[in-house]
């Protein structure tokens, strides 16, 4: 699967990290709702659940937190090794960057 292209208008570019990967455990569930309710207004949110499906454990991803992922995982079959926030975070950084242009 390839890493999904940005618009330049997900709603995401505009909030911290913070939200999508909570440090705290105690903080992450009420984040993780705060994420998924900033992800339903969002032009990328089918192919952004989709890669966090296939290729990520920690985070909210498409408006899916990391408990919703495994389920659809073990409905799928789908079997994660690593996580791959950092490539999320660099495409959000360029996008910012270069002014949203992808």
Partial sequence: MEYPTWTGSEPCQSVGGDLWFPDDPFEAKTLNVVAAEVCQSCPSIEPCAEWGIAHEKHG???GL??????????????????PNHTAWIESIAGLRATGGAA
């Fill in 60 to 62: 909210v991803w498409g």
């Fill in 65 to 82: 937190n990391p408990a919703q992922r495994i389920f659809i995982r073990a409905r799928r079959g789908i079997h994660v090794d690593t």
